[in-house]
């Protein structure tokens, strides 16, 4: 584990969107290993987006990174979508993809076992095509800022998804506690909250680069959720397979959440 904690100076100085997609989006790596982490992850995706309620106009993508994974299942349920990173090289990463670039990551994989998932696995184009089309803005975020668009205030949203971000991006528990506060806020009363979060992991490395991780317990995350004013609707724990050198997670959870009506 890293002795220190890696914060958004370490982010844009160091983390390079082409070899953590490289490292963690393939669906089965050099070997032909199936990368079951993330196909486990787009089934939960998949099953927390049909659940009740989870549509809307409005999707907020908080600490996207240079992925569309989370977003796959999403797209069908919401008309605009705006994506959030602290990181440029990362966002330019994303809209590479968004804008067709030469050299943009290909997601064809992942978007036809999403389309399979999902009952046809020929409508990956189709899916490709709508996605580019609903991701309206993808802008510069700091989730540890009580606006973490600052200085750009977003309407807030019917939805937010988070995945991997808040427990890289805080440096402690009480920081995690006040980032959840501070992305709750992006969400209207009575929207919906998406997040995958690993567990118990300290750190992720890729390219000879090590991340820091807030080490989290279920319950714990879930008392941050309630705590910043989300009922919680749906928690699931999926355990990770252990012997993995480029992370040392032991489980993932998917976690999908209410935010309550304001008292005021
Ligand atoms: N959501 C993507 C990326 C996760 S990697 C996925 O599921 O793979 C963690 C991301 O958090 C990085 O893109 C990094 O730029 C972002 N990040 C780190 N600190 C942050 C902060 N304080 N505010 C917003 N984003 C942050």
Not at 49 to 63: C, R
Not at 114 to 125: F, H, I, P, Q, S
Not at 139 to 144: N, S
Not at 224 to 236: K, L, M, T
Request: aromatic share 8%; with cysteine.
């Amino acid at each position: 584990a890293p002795a220190v904690f890696t914060g958004t100076d370490v982010y844009q100085r160091s983390f390079n969107p082409q070899e953590y997609l490289r490292e963690f989006y393939r669906l089965s790596d050099s070997q032909g290993q199936p990368n079951t982490f993330l196909m486990e992850n787009l089934r939960a995706l998949r099953k927390m987006f049909s659940l009740e309620g989870l549509s809307g106009d409005t999707l907020i993508d908080v600490g996207c990174g240079p992925t569309i994974y989370q977003l796959l299942s999403a797209c069908e349920h919401f008309q605009e979508i705006i994506a959030l990173d602290y990181t440029d090289q990362n966002r330019r990463e994303l809209e590479k993809w968004l804008k067709k670039e030469a050299g943009a990551f290909d997601w064809r994989p992942v978007v036809e076992y999403v389309c399979e998932l999902e009952g046809d696995r020929e409508k990956w184009a189709e899916k490709e095509e709508k996605l580019r089309k609903k991701v309206r803005q993808v802008l510069k975020c700091d989730v540890t800022k009580a606006n973490p668009t600052e200085p750009v205030s977003l309407p807030p949203a019917d939805c937010i998804v988070s995945t991997l971000c808040l427990e890289a991006a805080c440096k402690d528990l009480a920081t995690f506690r006040s980032a959840l506060r501070n992305v709750g806020a992006l969400v209207k009363p009575g929207g919906h909250l998406v997040m995958v979060t690993v567990l118990r992991e300290t750190y992720y490395a890729f390219n000879n680069q090590v991340f820091s991780c807030l080490r989290l317990e279920k319950n714990v995350v879930e008392e941050a959720v309630e705590g910043a004013g989300f009922d919680v609707r749906f928690s699931e724990v999926q355990p990770c397979p252990p012997g993995n050198a480029c992370a040392d997670c032991e489980a993932v959870l998917s976690l999908v959440a209410r935010k309550r009506a304001s008292i005021s």
